[in-house]
């Protein structure tokens, strides 16, 4: 590198290299003038053409250097071409020669201009060989390789460059077919999977033409997730991909198969200016659903975001590797790593002054220390590093939201139903050995063609048992027709009738058993085998609603309003905090769900509310969701039971089989917590046995109407919900009918939950059948179930505590580890500092982690809390408040969350306890059909003091969240006001719910008018379509969602962590075993990913929506809630009463 000059000359005047002259910077209105001078000193420069000797002849001092464009007209005039080299004109001896685009394709090259510096690239239409010609003739500087672009121009030569250079990229295999013989390729597919060249691809896997030019990427989807693929092109509009059912691969062209790389929804671009220089950008992923973000100018969205260090190496090692100064190439940011999956060759960022500028200076100063010397022109590089480093600075007092954790229930779902038979028979243990059942002694079959082999077993045997006719034979019979029933039903009509997620929706489980069966029921104690059987449940139907995924989408839109920052809107939506946060990588999102279908649907719902995303739910499932049933994170094997839940069962069945009066005694044994939700059931029960004889009358009343139905013509038509047939929901109630009374005369008590879901299902979707006395089997089967469903969780607290660690513990280790990571840990992907203005600190990130499962995770992680010692309710008023009024919530319905988040001081010390504050939140979930009269009241969600309440203008409810409201920050004053003040009376303002003035705790909300948290005909999705009087097809009516209720809002982290690590190592030694293994996992991989890649997941619930009308986000710590009210706290998109804007003002 040359010295800097110092004695005076034309260094002096360089004008642009100079760092003490200002940047150059375009206005708008000259902008177009400019360009037309421009033009015009370029048109005179084309027509010297005489030849080199005219700059022989100049005085070595006036010599200018020419740099010559040949490219493509609608490249060499596009705007940032334009903006860039209106930039390098500024350096005083560089000129600037556009080759016209009719001189490119008619002249030879011997007639086209003369350069000193050629900046040549190949796209569609561009005569490369002339442009290889024209290099050869002349020598000029190239700033990008011309024969390089011929490899750039097909895939496997860019995987094959790349991979010979040491650079990550996704597992791949090269399918090349020959045209005339199409057929002849090695390229076995599968239902799942495709094998190249002998090397297996499971879907998801993408299929890449070798032709870089060619834009139409497929990826290609899972069954278990909906099939189907999403078809890439190059933008049309604002759409960048289509989903098609298609499954099948493409049969005619070569191909690249590669691995799926799930990231978090977002691709990374990166544009390299030598080997040195590289500005990323970040912006929607086109397979995510298709739409491309744009701004209000129209230009698509996107976020500049920070390389890492191996990043940087990636773009310097790629820009030399394909010899392209400027080059455009594709990351993705997975598993912790980043992968290249495309290289581009010449591209230049759009919209970005900051880049031209810098893209200007590097290129002209490479030109200059090239040229300079060897054309005699006096110039020095300038000194400063070329990509000027920005410290950002952190400042600000208010608290800053650093991580939420959400733990919520899946969305409503059709009824679950399940069928237990012994079998014995030899073909079913070759099917069991054959799937590796042996190995764990359990085996699920899931997938179609697992399911058709139990159906041709199940076939075969009826044509067996055909001939016999005695007793056993017989109720072996009728279970094979039942399991041939509904996996006949399931792959016919698997379409319309559970939807088309055909692998998820049905299952088989079979369960070795030494010595059999263990007797279950006296019924069985005569026929009795010895020796070993199998254990075989069919489970079919629980599968999400169209009102379970509007739910879940709705409470994702809520969600976002918990996070901070945004001014105005994004795509029209309120809660763009969350957007931006998450565009620009500072939203370190994770979802993760069980692997039940419903689940894993709710989760992807949940995203595309939440990161308002659009169209099939299938590739948000695939790109944004974690499967995580390892190690029972979030999967439990409900059909095997723990020591402690059969001696919990025996007893409930126990007592509740007495048919007298429910005594004092009975009164202990069942409700020894005293819990008031538990004691109102029991005292509408009165006496369970009599109780269990209406709800059978009830359950034949309706059978015989339902049959009636069927008999009468005009029924024939009648469409339920969801596509269901009166057969179907006969087929449903006549199996409850015969299991519920066994043939001793006695009820089967755990039938209880599965007779309440059923009428929880028609009540809501099927009212308009008309069946009578459904509301007199709703009340009785729900308050049946009330005792039922939580005590199997446990009688007794040691008993709860026992189930709920059985269930729980791999969840709270993780929990553990979510909040101690987010203070530990930050080297995450983070926002480039220059474009963080307004930042309190861009270098910090939020991390969000939800965690989608079913009723068994959420009851035990509420009975861990309640009853794991976090803190003691004698001492602790707030939380007494918390435990009374969870002990007044009666179920734990569909969409309950638990949300924990977490919240830094930068004020104090960073060792203080201080430091980091944590509230815990509750919402019990979806209203039922007739909540309204008992619902437990709470103190909202953050309750604020009623002198500050008087202060805050009425926020409206959550249906406001429709208009798009921006996020005004809020006075740090208010934010950080935490003193603790005593939960004075709230009043609800009169937005459109009722006003209400709690006085009581314990006071109920009788007459409460019910106030929807949304509107039932609320952002419809698409498939749903209205029908006569019941809303829509999708959500007959869609209940609506408590909100969020602050169980405690003045924790502190060191309390929370102390609580979760003695709840884990109080486990077994068994178990204990399984966390250690558990937690090497989640350690040894970096903070990024657990299972996979980067999941996107936000994490709070519904908070967003859910906050009382005047509370900021923050509102630390007034004694929280205790009881929730049935009138939601009104939750607003605007944020001057959602206080988000904590550390994130931008």
Request: proline content about 6%; charged content about 25%.
């Amino acid at each position: 590198m040359s010295e800097p000059c110092n004695g005076p000359g034309p260094v002096e005047e360089q004008g642009w290299i100079r760092r003490d002259v200002p940047r150059f910077v375009i206005g708008c209105e000259e902008d177009e003038q400019d360009m037309g001078q421009m033009e015009a000193g370029m048109k005179n420069e084309m027509l010297r053409q005489d030849d080199m000797e005219v700059y022989e002849n100049e005085s070595s001092s006036e010599r200018q250097i020419v740099v010559g464009i040949c490219a493509m007209m609608k490249k060499s005039k596009s705007k940032p071409m334009i903006q860039i080299l209106e930039r390098l004109c500024k350096f005083d001896y560089i000129d600037v020669v556009i080759f016209p685009e009719e001189v490119i394709l008619e002249e030879p090259v011997e007639k086209w201009p003369l350069c000193d510096c050629l900046i040549s690239f190949h796209s569609k239409g561009f005569p490369l060989d002339k442009a290889v010609e024209y290099a050869k003739l002349r020598n000029p500087m190239l700033i990008n390789d011309l024969n390089m672009q011929y490899f750039i121009q097909d895939r496997r030569e860019v995987y094959r460059i790349l991979q010979e250079e040491g650079i990550d990229l996704p597992r791949y295999g090269v399918l090349n077919r020959d045209p005339d013989n199409p057929e002849e390729c090695n390229l076995v597919e599968g239902e799942d999977h495709v094998e190249v060249n002998g090397e297996v691809f499971p879907k998801p896997f993408v299929e890449k033409p070798v032709c870089a030019e060619d834009h139409n990427v497929y990826i290609y989807y899972p069954t278990s997730a909906g099939g189907g693929s999403q078809r890439l092109f190059r933008k049309i509009g604002s759409r960048s991909s289509v989903y098609s059912p298609e499954s099948n691969v493409r049969k005619t062209g070569s191909y690249i198969y590669e691995e799926f790389m799930p990231t978090d929804g977002t691709d990374v671009k990166v544009y390299t200016v030598g080997p040195d220089y590289a500005h990323a950008e970040a912006r929607k992923s086109p397979a995510l659903d298709g739409k491309v973000e744009r701004d209000s100018e129209g230009k698509e969205i996107r976020y500049p975001v920070m390389l890492t260090a191996m990043e940087k190496l990636v773009a310097r090692k790629v820009c030399l590797a394909f010899k392209q100064t400027v080059c455009g190439f594709d990351l993705l940011r997975a598993n912790g790593h980043s992968y290249v999956c495309d290289v581009n060759g010449f591209s230049f960022v759009k919209n970005s002054m900051k880049y031209y500028d810098d893209c200007a200076k590097v290129l002209g100063n490479m030109v200059m220390r090239e040229l300079a010397p060897q054309l005699h022109i006096p110039w020095s590089i300038p000194m400063e590093a070329e990509d000027i480093p920005i410290v950002p600075t952190t400042s600000g007092t208010m608290m800053e939201l650093r991580c939420v954790i959400a733990i919520i229930r899946h969305g409503d779902r059709t009824p679950k139903q399940k069928m237990k038979m012994e079998v014995r028979h030899p073909l079913f243990f070759e099917l069991f050995k054959k799937y590796g059942g042996y190995k764990t002694g359990k085996l699920k079959l899931k997938k179609p063609k697992q399911l058709q082999e139990v159906l041709d077993i199940a076939r075969l045997l009826l044509v067996e048992l055909g001939q016999h006719n005695d007793c056993e034979i017989e109720e072996k019979k009728s279970k094979l027709e039942q399991l041939k029933t509904v996996l006949e039903m399931e792959s016919s009509l698997n379409v319309n009738q559970y939807g088309h997620f055909s692998g998820i929706n049905r299952k088989v489980q079979l369960t070795y058993l030494r010595n059999g069966q263990p007797k279950a029921s006296s019924e069985e104690e005569d026929c009795k085998k010895d020796g070993p059987s199998l254990l075989l449940v069919l489970k079919w139907g629980g599968e999400l609603t169209p009102a379970g995924r509007v739910q879940a989408e709705e409470l994702g839109r809520a969600f976002r309003c918990m996070y901070p920052g945004g001014q105005g809107d994004f795509a029209g939506f309120p809660g763009c905090g969350l957007l931006r946060l998450h565009s620009t990588y500072r939203h370190d999102l994770k979802i993760y769900a069980s692997d039940e279908g419903r689940v894993q649907m709710t989760a992807a719902a949940f995203a595309k509310g939440l990161l308002a995303l659009e169209g099939e739910l299938t590739p948000i499932l695939v790109q944004m969701v974690k499967s995580a049933n390892m190690n029972g994170l979030l999967d439990s094997d409900s059909d095997s039971l723990t020591d402690c839940q059969q001696k919990v069962k025996a007893r409930l069945h126990e007592i509740m089989q007495k048919d007298q009066d429910f005594t004092q005694d009975d009164f202990q044994k069942l409700a020894p917590t005293g819990s008031p939700s538990l004691v109102n059931s029991m005292k509408v029960i009165e006496n369970p046995v009599k109780t269990c004889d209406k709800v059978y009358a009830l359950i034949q009343s309706l059978t015989s109407q339902i049959r009636k139905r069927l008999e009468d013509p005009k029924s024939a038509d009648l469409q339920l919900y969801h596509s269901e047939t009166l057969e179907l929901m006969l087929q449903r109630w006549s199996k409850l009918e015969r299991d519920f009374r066994m043939k001793n005369g006695r009820y089967d008590i755990s039938k209880i939950p599965d007779i309440y879901d059923c009428i929880k299902y028609d009540s809501q979707h099927n009212a308009s059948v008309g069946l009578e006395d459904t509301l007199e089997l709703f009340r009785l089967s729900r308050a049946l179930a009330d005792i039922v469903i939580p005590q199997e969780y446990g009688i007794n607290k040691a008993e709860k505590l026992d189930i709920a660690q059985a269930y729980c513990v791999p969840l709270m280790k993780k929990i553990y580890l979510d909040l101690q990571r987010t203070h530990e840990d930050e080297a995450v992907n983070k926002l480039h500092p220059l474009y963080s203005r307004g930042v309190m600190s861009p270098g910090r990130h939020v991390r969000t982690r939800l965690y989608f499962t079913s009723e068994s995770h959420v009851h035990s992680l509420l009975s861990m809390f309640r009853y794991g010692g976090l803190l003691d309710e004698v001492k602790d008023q707030q939380w007494k408040q918390a435990m009374d009024y969870l002990s007044a919530v009666t179920e734990l319905n569909y969409m309950t969350q638990i949300v924990i988040m977490l919240y830094e001081d930068n004020n104090k010390d960073p060792s203080s306890e201080e430091r980091f504050h944590v509230e815990l939140h509750f919402s019990p979930g979806v209203k039922g059909c007739e909540d309204e009269e008992n619902v437990p009241l709470g103190f909202g969600f953050r309750p604020a003091s009623s002198e500050n309440e008087d202060k805050k203008p009425n926020q409206g409810s959550l249906e406001d969240l429709s208009q798009d409201q921006t996020d005004d920050a809020l006075p740090v004053t208010e934010l950080i006001n935490l003193q603790r003040r005593s939960p004075m009376i709230r009043n609800r303002k009169t937005g459109s719910m009722e006003v209400l003035s709690e006085t009581s705790p314990n006071h109920s909300s009788k007459g409460c008018t019910s106030h929807r948290l949304f509107q039932s005909c609320s952002r419809q999705s698409p498939e749903i379509k209205p029908a006569g009087g019941l809303g829509f097809e999708g959500c007959s009516m869609v209940p609506s969602i408590y909100p969020l209720e602050t169980l405690h809002n003045s924790l502190s982290l060191k309390q929370v962590e102390e609580f979760l690590s003695k709840v884990c190592e109080s486990i077994g030694e068994a178990q204990a075993k399984t966390m250690k293994a558990l937690s090497g996992l989640f350690d040894s991989q970096s903070q990024t990913s657990l299972y996979s890649p980067q999941q996107p997941l936000s994490s709070s619930g519904s908070e967003a929506s859910l906050r009382p009308p005047g509370q900021p986000l923050w509102y630390g710590s007034i004694p929280s809630s205790a009881v929730s009210s049935a009138g939601p706290s009104s939750p607003t998109t605007d944020s001057s009463g959602l206080g988000l804007n904590f550390s994130f003002s931008e």
